[in-house]
């Protein structure tokens, strides 16, 4: 499932990821830990990969990266707030420097009335979180494999800009 392309996107995070001495944490659901593969599978990612959780059941995005439980049941487990929740909480959890979540659904059905395509992706760092929603015509597109590898090389590339210097920081 990680192409040439998706490594590559591995390959500058982690590289960025280490020049800048930061680390990263993954929340996944709809991934289902591609993230944390794809940086693993870099040489010399162990100096900057936390770990990662695979929060796949509902229940589990409260569990296990500390976010309270109210959040998922008012916005529901499809959303950018959950999504944020998750990258903060499993950047605090793991003690990272970062925090990378997504959430959505790659299909084939709808789930909780989101088509597939409907993708959440957050980092969290110490500046605050970023997210990027794809809803609506915007929705990601492809079959359920598509809407994974898209996700997951969104989700890189988001890492990659989250551990550049700040203009002006180095």
């Known amino acids: 499932m990680i192409d040439a392309a998706t490594a590559e996107h591995a390959e500058t995070a982690v590289h960025t990821l280490i020049e800048q ?17 794809a940086l693993t599978m870099v040489p010399g990612s162990s100096a900057t990969v ?11 995005k409260s569990l296990l990266t500390g976010i309270a439980a109210d959040v ?21 959890r793991l003690t990272a420097d970062l925090g990378v ?11 909780d009335g989101h088509p597939p395509g409907t993708v959440h992706i957050a980092v969290a ?9 794809y809803v609506d015509a915007d929705r990601l597109a492809g079959d359920r494999a598509d809407v994974r590898r898209q996700t997951v090389r969104i989700a ?6 989250a551990a550049r210097p700040e203009p002006g920081r180095t």
Do not use: F, K, W
Request: charged fraction near 20%; proline fraction near 4%.
């Open 21 to 37: 001495a930061r680390t990263v944490a993954t929340a996944e659901s709809l991934t289902g830990g591609l993230i944390c593969a």
């Open 101 to 111: 979540a997504a959430t959505g659904v790659a299909g084939p059905d709808a789930q």
């Open 125 to 133: 760092d110490p500046r605050g979180v970023t997210v990027r929603s």
């Open 50 to 60: 936390r770990g990662g959780v695979v929060v796949y059941a509902t229940e589990l």
């Open 72 to 92: 998922v049941r008012r916005h529901g487990p499809v959303s950018a707030e959950v999504a944020a929740a998750m990258a903060g909480g499993v950047r605090n």
């Open 156 to 161: 890189l590339e988001m890492v990659s800009e």
